[in-house]
Nanobody, 126 residues
Framework: QVQLVESGGGLVQAGGSLRLSCAAS????????MGWFRQAPGKERQVVAA????????YYENSMKGRFTISRDNAKNTVSLQMSSLEPEDTALYLC???????????????????WGLGTQVTVSS
């Protein structure tokens, strides 16, 4: 089974940038589709971005398009989320998720993912 550990969160001013990373261990990383989700207090967990096994296919939630970039490095067992033009509404706990996959496509439903990290907090001040 794969274990996931996120890092890179913090406090940033509106308009700023952060780069989140998720390190995977305990499995064959290239066999997993990966996703970034976020959850704010009192709100449901929502998809931020997702990426297929090879990195060829990517998905972004509408409000993140043009601001966030998901990428993966299968040689280093990491998936990253580069976030720019951050807004106070982006404040949340950001979680990395993995799902074993036979294909090359991504998954956007949180119920599709069986492995989760504990998350890294992102706080954007106005």
């Amino acid at each position: 089974q794969v274990q996931l550990v996120e890092s890179g969160g913090g406090l940033v001013q509106a308009g700023g940038s952060l780069r989140l990373s998720c390190a995977a261990s305990g499995g064959t990383f290239s066999a997993y589709a990966m996703g970034w989700f976020r959850q704010a207090p009192g709100k449901e967990r929502q998809v931020v971005a997702a990426i297929g096994r090879s990195g060829a296919y990517k998905y972004y939630e509408n409000s993140m398009k043009g601001r966030f970039t998901i990428s993966r490095d299968n040689a280093k067992n990491t998936v990253s989320l580069q976030m720019s033009s951050l807004e106070p509404e982006d404040t949340a706990l950001y979680l990395c998720a993995a799902r074993a996959s036979n294909g090359n496509y991504y998954f956007t439903d949180r119920h599709d993912y069986g492995f989760w990290g504990l998350g890294t907090q992102v706080t954007v001040s106005s």
